[in-house]
Nanobody
Framework: QLQLVESGGGLVQSGGSLRLSCTASGLRLDYYAIGWFRQAPGKEREGVSCISSSGGRRNYADSVKGRFTISRDNAKATVFLQMNSLVPEDTAVYYC???????????????WGQGTQVTVSS
């Protein structure tokens, strides 16, 4: 069973950057499309970005386009989310999860981990 662990969150000022990591164990990461999701206090979980198993297809929520970049290093069994120009509205717990496919929608089919907290101060 593929297990994913998120890391890299923290507290950053508005306009700053963070890079989140999603590290896999248990099975080969390169078999799976991976999505990043986030959940802010009092809000539903929402999709942020996804990447296909090969890395050839990527998708972003409109709210993060041009600011966030998803990538993967299958040799290191890690998927990254580079977040630039952060704003307070990006404050949330961020999760990575296996998704069925990376398209305009990317339904999660894997298990949710603990996530990593991102807090952006104004």
């Amino acid at each position: 069973q593929l297990q994913l662990v998120e890391s890299g969150g923290g507290l950053v000022q508005s306009g700053g950057s963070l890079r989140l990591s999603c590290t896999a164990s248990g099975l080969r990461l390169d078999y799976y499309a991976i999505g990043w999701f986030r959940q802010a206090p009092g809000k539903e979980r929402e999709g942020v970005s996804c990447i296909s198993s090969s890395g050839g297809r990527r998708n972003y929520a409109d709210s993060v386009k041009g600011r966030f970049t998803i990538s993967r290093d299958n040799a290191k069994a890690t998927v990254f989310l580079q977040m630039n120009s952060l704003v307070p509205e990006d404050t949330a717990v961020y999760y990575c999860v296996v998704v069925r496919t990376c398209g305009s929608d990317y339904p999660a089919i894997g298990y949710w981990g603990q996530g990593t907290q991102v807090t952006v101060s104004s």
